[in-house]
Every structure is written in structure tokens, then in C-alpha cells.
């Protein structure tokens, strides 16, 4: 059985100062189709810089992710990014991780407009904490600055390096901005609610496969209408693409990734 690790009260109360409301769910029941879902897929499977459905851990093929980061948030100006499913938060950890390696000692929330979409009911904050740490006993050198040493809040002996405070932080009061996070929420309902043209990027790795196969193409379509013109789409495969009426709107980038051109 895994034992939560105490958190520090600094990280802890930092938002929770007297005059500052940090909004947040209420509801903490996962949404009827996690609970159905549940019964036959590891829906949160997962693990940092994770790439493709297998999920034994980091993969060189994340490399393709972080080359879009690179184009995207390479140029100046603040970039709106949604990430479909997070597992047990390894999927924003790895972009934010990345992320924050690009933009080297620059505050992450003047460069980096974050929206969450999920089935499960959203993490409490020890659990958001516990999964911070990255269970892996090497992990690429490209985000080595994102993470801190910090072995005394491990209970693995190789598990010594969480997500740095400030990241930290970031994706807490992501996750409590109900303006940001759509929690208990199916992808093919929740997209429909963003505006056109909104997002440089939007991720949904190894969720669609999830979907009844009459929903996959309206949800895409969706998709397709909330990014931006040369925003990038991020999948696991290239299938959702290119079995869609939208295939000539998109070029191909690498295995599942398009970036929209129409």
C-alpha cells in the first residue's frame, strides 16, 4: 500500500493566505463513464514523458513532443494549451516540466495559459503532491531543471526528485480554477464548450480510443475548431487524423501530431 508523503505547509497553505479565494470543485465523485471505464482499462495508466500506449515509462519518442514545445513556446507571448486526460498527473507534470526547461527562470504563468479536461473527479492536494515525484530512476536530462531533490518525502529509495515548488504550484491552482479545469466531464461533451481558434495546442493522448467510435470524429472536428490556425493537435497515433474528413487540413509532424493548416 502506498503511504502519502507529509507536505510541506509552506507548499501546502501558500494559497491559502487570508484575502486570497482560490475557487474550487466541490463535487468529488469521477464522472459515471470513469466508473464504468474503470472496470476494464487502466484509465490512469501512465508515466512522465510518456509516448504512444505503452506506458513502461519515459520514452525517447516524447522527443516529438518537446519539438513542438520548442516551436510554440519558443516565440514570445502567452500560449493556451489543453491537455485531455492526465492520468495520475503525469501528462501536465511532463509539459510543465519541459516546458519550464524552455523557458528557462521565467515565471510559468506569464508564458503558459493551462486548461485541464477529465473524466475523474479533480485530485486532492496530497495526492496531487505524491504524484509530483517522478517514479523513474533516470529521467531525460532536457527537464532536469524543472525537478528538486527532496528524498525525505519519498517512500521509494530511487524516488527522490519531485516537480519544482513554483510548477507545483501552477498546476494546484490550475486544477482549483473551475475557468481552467473541467473535472467529472467527457472529452466529447467538454471541448464543445471552448471557443473557436482558442488553443496552440491540444492534447489527448490515449483517450479517444476510449470513445464510442461514432463519437471519435465530431470530438476531433471539435477539436479542429478550438485550435488555433498552425496549432498543433496531439495524439498517440495517426488515426484520428487520418481517418477524418479534416485530414487535409492538417499536416502530418511526427506519429500522431498535426499541426492544423486550413
Not at 486570497?20 to 490512469?44: E, G, T
Not at 501536465?92 to 528557462?104: A, D, E, G, R, V
Not at 505524491?130 to 525537478?147: G, K, M, Q, T, V
Request: charged content about 30%; some cysteine; glycine content about 4%.
Amino acid at each position: 500500500m502506498k503511504i502519502l508523503p507529509i507536505i510541506s505547509n509552506n507548499i501546502i497553505n501558500q494559497n491559502n493566505k487570508p484575502g486570497r479565494r482560490v475557487p474550487s470543485n466541490l463535487s468529488f465523485a469521477h464522472h459515471p463513464d470513469f466508473d464504468r471505464l474503470i472496470k476494464d482499462f487502466p484509465l490512469c495508466a501512465s508515466a512522465y514523458f510518456r509516448r504512444g500506449s505503452v506506458v513502461p515509462g519515459a520514452s525517447p519518442d516524447f522527443m516529438d513532443i518537446v519539438n513542438v514545445l520548442r516551436r510554440v513556446f519558443g516565440t514570445d507571448g502567452l500560449k493556451k494549451l489543453l491537455i485531455i486526460g492526465i492520468a495520475n498527473s503525469q501528462e501536465p507534470n511532463s509539459y510543465l516540466t519541459t516546458i519550464k526547461q524552455i523557458k528557462k527562470d521565467k515565471p510559468v504563468d506569464t508564458f503558459w495559459d493551462l486548461h485541464i479536461l477529465d473524466l475523474q473527479s479533480k485530485p486532492d492536494e496530497k495526492k496531487l503532491f505524491n504524484d509530483s515525484y517522478i517514479y523513474e530512476d533516470n529521467f531525460p536530462d532536457y527537464a532536469r531543471d524543472s525537478f528538486v531533490y527532496d528524498p525525505m518525502n519519498s517512500e521509494w529509495t530511487f524516488n527522490r526528485y519531485r516537480v519544482a515548488d513554483d510548477l507545483f504550484r501552477f498546476l494546484k491552482y490550475t486544477y482549483n480554477n473551475n475557468k481552467k479545469s473541467k473535472w467529472e466531464t467527457r472529452v466529447q461533451d467538454g471541448i464543445i464548450e471552448y471557443p473557436e481558434n482558442y488553443f496552440d495546442i491540444i492534447s489527448v493522448n490515449n483517450v479517444l480510443f476510449y470513445l464510442d467510435t461514432k463519437e471519435i470524429d465530431p470530438t476531433v472536428e471539435n477539436m479542429y475548431r478550438a485550435l488555433k490556425l498552425r496549432g498543433y493537435f496531439i495524439a498517440e497515433d495517426d488515426i484520428y487524423i487520418q481517418n477524418n474528413k479534416l485530414y487535409d487540413k492538417f499536416v502530418r509532424v511526427a506519429n500522431g501530431i498535426f499541426k492544423k493548416i486550413k
